[in-house]
């Protein structure tokens, strides 16, 4: 299983900006797949999660101003993040989860908000 994160950037506070997790090896539609992100000398945090029946959950960090989804036709996954803030500054991972627990990593795509 690989994931590959893209999408990241600099911003300026009150932008957008649209993550992208591309997999291979195993469908995004049947497993469980997250968003996480670490800011500079902060460990690693949940940001959202999306089940293979479509429920989505997010952090109250970003609740309200974020969209995780799926790709009708890629093998891919997404987090729309909107009314960016500083505080969102950080390298941003994807996350696979199989059925049997097993998690996957994707290499981060950085993001920075400027103020």
């Known amino acids: 299983v690989q994931l590959q994160a893209s999408g990241g950037g600099s911003v300026q506070a009150g932008g957008s900006l649209r993550l992208s997790c591309a997999a291979s090896?195993?469908?995004?539609?049947?497993?469980?797949m997250g968003w996480y992100r670490q800011a500079p000398g902060k460990q690693r945090e949940w940001v959202a999660d999306?089940?293979?029946?479509?429920?989505?959950n997010y952090a109250d960090s970003v609740k309200g101003r974020s969209t995780i989804s799926r790709g009708n036709a890629k093998n891919t996954m997404y987090l729309q993040m909107n009314s960016l803030k500083p505080e969102d500054t950080a390298v941003y991972y994807c996350?696979?989860?199989?059925?049997?627990?097993?998690?996957?990593w994707g290499k981060g795509t950085l993001v920075t908000v400027s103020s």
């Open positions: 999306i089940s293979p029946d479509g429920t989505t």
């Open positions: 996350k696979l989860t199989v059925p049997l627990g097993m998690n996957y």
């Open positions: 090896g195993a469908g995004v539609r049947i497993n469980i």
